[in-house]
Structure formats: C-alpha cells, structure tokens
C-alpha cells in the first residue's frame, strides 16, 4: 500500500485503524500499510471519531414491519441507541471509518 499522504484516499488511513484496534504494533503497521513510524499515532489519534453532531439533521424513512423487526434486534444485540446504530450503519455504507466504543476504548489505550 503506498506511504498516506493528505491527497490519497482514506483507504491507508482504515487500514491503520483496523491494525491498531487489534492490537497490532506501530512498526508492524507501518510495515503493513507502508507508511513513516511517526505517522501511525498521527492517524491513530485524528481517526478517532467523535459523533458530536451539534447541527445534525434529523432523517425519516419507512420501512416493513419486519424490517423494523431486524433493525430493533440489531439496537438489542449491540446494545446501541436506534440513532447510535443508524448513525454507524451510514458511515460504514459510505465507506467512512466507524468504529464501535469498545474499538474507540481499545485505540485510545493503545500506546504502541
């Protein structure tokens, strides 16, 4: 993968935080995605996102009755918000990075 740079997709950079959510070691990763020693925290610590939305908007769909079904399980199993789950489930289909807080908790205890 080639070295992360500010003009180059975010592609790099999720790779970084996936490596460092699991545990994996800060010159192990930079091995990995190809990228300088002194980037890996950099990315680690502007990857961690916050989801203050202070102007959010509000969004309204319709869906089937078992649709709303799975959706409801989903907020039980993962034990999120219905806004929490929505708000992770559009980040992931727009290919944003979104993480759970027990892989939020596990980066900002990550120091390697």
Do not use: Y
Not at 22 to 42: F, K, M, N, Q
Not at 84 to 101: K, P, T
């Amino acid at each position: 993968m080639p070295p992360i740079s500010k003009r180059r997709s975010t592609t790099a950079r999720q790779e970084v935080l996936r490596l460092a959510v699991r545990g994996i070691g800060d010159a192990e990763i930079t091995v990995r995605v190809g990228c300088s020693l002194p980037t890996v925290p950099r990315v680690r610590t502007r990857g961690m996102v916050t989801k203050r939305t202070t102007k959010g908007r509000v969004l309204q769909g319709r869906v089937s009755a078992r649709e709303a079904e799975a959706f409801e399980a989903l907020v039980t199993e993962t034990g999120m918000t219905t806004s929490g789950l929505l708000w992770h489930m559009i980040r992931l289909s727009s290919g944003m990075v979104a993480f759970r807080r027990d892989e939020v908790a596990a980066l900002k205890t990550s120091t390697n």
